[in-house]
């Protein structure tokens, strides 16, 4: 056997530090995680009529692993909060129940799971409104065309142009994400995740470059993040903060969601979520940040915006942002982060974790199936380790 020099000798070595940090455990509020690998939320649009079904339970038991986590797809929390085909709700009888076969599914494998609460707001065609209304927002300005909204029949087209919200309606917008809270619990989720992120509803009230209401939930910052505290404060009232977590993309640009100074608009999220579990006397399950963009990974812009709101943040901090093995390892032991989020490479390798220990090589994923209706292809039958198609 031919020895290894001192370089590979080396490389070895920071290899195995660098995947004893990633797969230490972690408390994160109640639960007793083992590893830092965390399953992102990723829309499928495989919940035929918007109900989770067994190929969901499927697609994520096939994921989940003894102490790790799990946060599920995008879940549209209300009719009016679809945006995509075939998403799974969290509104009605009949998607509680199909989501408890899910969970049941997910803790029989040892698992925590999150259910992550959506509303996409202006980011929707009216074919997806009740009786083809506008989509809802905090304006009445239409999303560019640069963004396509993903029709029934697989074609794109055009955002339809937004409502804005009267101020008297909002308090029944976070109604309806406080009774999806607790639906979730009911179904068997371990918790929530307040979708705030990617362009949807609440980043829709967050980022100057849609919010242009000149009442009390826009123009400054306080005002802007008004809707997102009181979703959070309702969500909480209703399930417990030791239940609850946040997703914020201040940084990205998606569905035409920008902001003037996305720094700021940082900081400011992670001082009132500070004060808000300081009031609290407990902390928020974790902060999740959505980072770099679908095509290229995390600038040094972006990245300083990230340090400081690591610096600032009082509790679980883990960033989502195209990290590979080598870049998550790096990340978690630097204290950049405490769990590391992975959308794209879980889509393709249903045992992630366990090629991550051992360092194996991982399937490719198939975008063109990301978001079609079949249950089996693109969706349950990427191989695992040593399997073959």
Known sequence: MQEMSSDEESAAAKDQLGSLFLFSPYKMGGWELKHRIVMAPCT?????????????LQYYSQRATPGGLLISEATIISPQAAGFPHTAGIYTAEQVEGWKKVTEAVHAE??????QLWHVGRA?????????ESPLSSTNKAISERWK????????APASRPRALAADEIPNIVKQFRQAAINAIQAGFDGVEVHGAYGYIIDQFLKDGINDRTDLYGGSLDNRCKFLMQVLDAVVEAVGIERVGLKVSPTVYCN????????????AIVKKLNKFQESAGKKLTHLHVQAGSLTGGIDEKEAEVLRKMRETYQGTFMV???YTRESGMKAVAEGAMDLVPYGRLFISNPDLVHRFRINAPLNQYDYTTFYTQDPVKGYTDYPLLGQHI
């Open 44 to 56: 499928r649009c495989r919940a035929i009529n918007y109900v989770a079904n067994e190929a969901l």
């Open 320 to 322: 989502c942002g195209g």
């Open 149 to 156: 909204i993903l029709m029934p029949d697989g074609s794109y």
């Open 256 to 267: 035409d969601a920008h902001d003037s100074d996305p720094s700021a608009l940082s900081l």
């Open 110 to 115: 040892g698992a925590i799971f999150i259910c």
């Open 124 to 132: 929707s065609n009216s074919v997806y409104q009740p009786g083809g």
